[in-house]
């Protein structure tokens, strides 16, 4: 059973930046592509970042481009999040997210979920 634990969330001031963790267990963490996604109050769960198997692929959404970072650590079966400059429209339950297959791109289709870190930006 694949598991994954999000970690890292809380609370900071606009322009401070957050380091979000995932940590994955009970499977192969290098087979897959592992996304980062986001759901405000009142709002849909929204695709934030996801990185390749082996990290050299990587996607952002528009609204986080050259703020975040995604990047992982096969050999700690961890993925992570670097989020810099951050804004109170960042405030989010973020989630950790898994898949094998990319058929259908970065953005959708995953099959493993964490239970979500909040992340609250206050202005």
């Known amino acids: 059973q694949v598991q994954l634990v999000e970690s890292g969330g809380g609370y900071v001031q606009a322009g401070g930046s957050l380091r979000l963790s995932c940590a994955v267990s009970?499977?192969?963490?290098?087979?897959?592509?592992m996304g980062w996604f986001r759901q405000a109050p009142g709002k849909e769960r929204e695709f934030v970042s996801a990185?390749?198997?082996?990290?050299?692929?990587?996607s952002y959404a528009d609204s986080v481009k050259g703020r975040f970072a995604i990047s992982r650590d096969n050999a700690k079966n961890t993925v992570y999040l670097q989020m810099n400059v951050l804004k109170p429209e960042d405030t989010a339950v973020y989630y950790c997210?898994?898949?094998?297959?990319?058929?259908?791109?970065?953005?959708?289709?995953?099959?493993?979920w964490g239970q979500g870190t909040q992340v609250t930006v206050s202005s």
């Open positions: 997210a898994g898949k094998l297959s990319y058929s259908r791109g970065f953005e959708s289709d995953y099959d493993y």
């Open positions: 009970g499977s192969t963490f290098s087979s897959y592509i």
């Open positions: 990185v390749s198997q082996s990290g050299l692929m990587t």
